[in-house]
């Protein structure tokens, strides 16, 4: 009799570990369909733009009938002189340097001196720079006559410097000059400081 006790109760617990473990896998399952919580955070408004670069010569961005420099009846002493405005109407700090042409033979007989002047002094054919020269500017017409691409000038946002050009006719110029005149063309080029 104590056998079959012993049997009995061996049946009632292998019975009640059987109804645990599989009440234990229906939880495992059970509690596998259910979500963790979450949450999210939307970050926007953030906006990103480029700036521009604006070089500006007297407040516009081309000089198609520039004619302060021009001088008629010109003679060896003579001399003509006009200031222009150089501008940074961007909103990137930029350097700028200035190359020139002028034609014929009188164009490389001219001499030429740029100053930080506001205005010229004289009148006339007598016009002129009365300032002193600029560092890093030519004394003729030609490449790098303001600056120069590995040495350009340098101009804040907003920032603005002026540029006294003073043309002359050496004393020295020769006979041969007469009657002749010269188309000058000044080239600013601009880039973002690096």
Not at 4 to 25: E, F, P, Q, Y
Request: charged share 10%.
């Amino acid at each position: 009799m104590a056998d079959k006790r012993r049997t009995r109760r061996s049946l009632r617990s292998m019975r009640i570990r059987a109804a645990l473990a599989l009440g234990a896998v229906a939880c495992v399952g059970v509690a596998g369909t259910y979500a963790y919580w979450t949450d999210s955070v939307p970050v926007s408004g953030v906006t990103i733009s480029t700036g521009t670069l604006d070089l500006k010569i007297n407040n516009a961005d081309s000089l198609p009938n520039y004619t302060a420099l021009n001088l008629t009846g010109m003679v060896p002493g003579n001399s003509s002189a006009a200031v222009l405005t150089v501008r940074n109407g961007g909103t990137v700090p930029l350097t700028y340097y200035a190359d020139s042409t002028a034609g014929g033979t009188l164009g490389s007989a001219f001499t030429v001196k740029i100053t930080a002047d506001t205005a010229t002094g004289g009148s006339g054919s007598s016009k002129t720079c009365p300032g002193s020269t600029l560092t890093g500017t030519g004394t003729s017409f030609g490449n790098n006559l303001i600056g120069s691409s590995a040495n350009p000038r340098s101009l804040a946002v907003s920032g603005s410097e002026s540029l006294c050009i003073q043309v002359t006719l050496p004393n020295s110029a020769t006979s041969s000059l007469q009657g002749t005149s010269s188309n000058v063309t000044l080239t600013f080029n601009a880039e973002q400081v690096h």
